[in-house]
């Protein structure tokens, strides 16, 4: 049976640029993230979880669901993992994301 190929929908935040934002969504929660660093996935993160309601910069390190995760990626039904200076942040899956650039937004999910 030959395997059918389908690509990727989500966000890969090594490919945007500095000061680009996304705006999420999960299961109970709202988040912004300013994109610092895209190479190093450094992005300045607040949300509606009392733990990062100050803007805090962290590093996105994956996103993980049932089937495995991806590396510096977004992806809708997928938990973001995120490392701060004092542990790992995990997040609810994803529901929604909208990316945002000078002059243009993107609903990704």
Do not use: C
């Amino acid at each position: 049976m030959k395997e059918q190929l389908t690509p990727d929908i989500g966000i890969d935040v090594r490919r945007l640029a500095a000061g680009a934002s996304i705006l999420l969504e999960t299961d109970a929660r709202l988040y912004e993230f300013k994109v610092i660093n895209p190479s190093l996935g450094l992005v300045e993160i607040s949300s509606t979880d009392p733990a990062l309601h100050q803007a805090t910069v962290g590093q996105l390190l994956s996103s993980v669901g049932p089937n495995g995760g991806k590396d510096w990626w977004i992806g809708k039904g997928l938990a973001m993992r995120i490392r701060f200076r004092n542990g790992i942040y995990t997040s609810g899956p994803v529901a929604s994301a909208t990316v945002r650039g000078r002059g243009w937004h993107y609903d990704v999910l």
